[in-house]
């Protein structure tokens, strides 16, 4: 049995795209050293793309409409933006909040307004394909969360039918205690939750061994 209640409050489900813009010197600034300023930003781009195109392939999970929006930093207006290729349907808006918690929360509680469950990603894990969207969705149908959890003790993907303002709040961001921290807090919460298997998101230079071989452009210098 989960604590998912038989109401809800709308059939669609938003998925949020945490993103920075791709800028040098602004993403993905760990893999600096290894890359140079300019690879780690086109890197950056390549796996903004991959979840965009990935997200956009969702569209409904077991009769339940799924949405997908980019929550941008700096906002959307921004000139740094003006290169990416998003695609003119998707939402966008401004990521809003101190840390990353904050920003995670606001987009929550905003996609709550009008969905039945919400679905947070980050940009920089090329595994979160198609497969692992339709599987988050399906969860959310059984329970009150879902967690994509990293190797790196993070976590990919979180999805959430009701926000709890403690699941995000004092958390050791970019740390290996994310995961652990959030699974305690979900569980203080009385929320059940399920768990997908561990992947790889790309940080620093270790993880670029984690770029799938046959995924398109992945070579970096192509």
Same mark, same amino acid.
């Given at each position: ?7 809800v409050? /709308? ?16 993403a ?20 903004l ?5 990935n997200?956009?392939t969702?569209?409904?999970?077991? $009769?339940v409409?799924?949405? /997908? ?14 290169c990416? *290729?998003?695609?003119? *349907? ?7 909040g101190?840390?990353? $918690? ?7 509680e ?20 198609a497969?692992?969207?339709y ?6 149908q ?23 303002? /403690? ?8 740390t ?14 009385g929320?059940?939750c ?5 992947v ?6 270790e993880?670029l ?11 970096? $210098?192509?």
């Open positions: 049995m989960t604590s998912v209640s038989s109401e409050v /709308s059939q669609k489900i938003r998925v949020q795209i945490i993103a920075k813009a791709p800028l040098a010197g602004f993905k600034t760990r893999l600096i050293p290894a890359l140079g300023a300019d690879a780690a930003a086109a890197l950056a781009e390549k796996m793309l991959n979840i965009i195109r997200c956009a969702v569209t409904e999970v077991d $009769g409409t799924v949405k /997908s929006s980019l929550w941008m930093s700096p906002e959307p207006e921004s000139p740094h933006w003006r990416v *290729n998003i695609p003119h *349907n998707f939402e966008r808006y401004a990521q809003q101190e840390d990353l $918690g904050e920003r995670m929360a606001c987009a929550f905003r996609g709550l307004v009008d969905a039945c469950a919400v679905i947070v990603v980050g940009s920089d894990c090329p595994e979160i394909d497969s692992v969207l599987w988050a969705a399906t969860a959310l059984a329970h009150d969360a879902c967690l994509v959890p990293c190797a790196d003790g993070g976590y990919a993907l979180i999805g959430l039918r009701k926000v709890e303002a /403690s699941v995000f709040a004092d958390i050791p961001w970019s290996d205690r994310v995961a652990d921290l959030t699974r305690q807090r979900l569980a203080e919460c929320m059940s399920a768990e997908y298997k561990l790889h998101d790309i940080d620093v230079a993880d061994a984690y770029l799938p071989s046959d995924w398109p452009e992945s070579t970096l $210098g192509a």
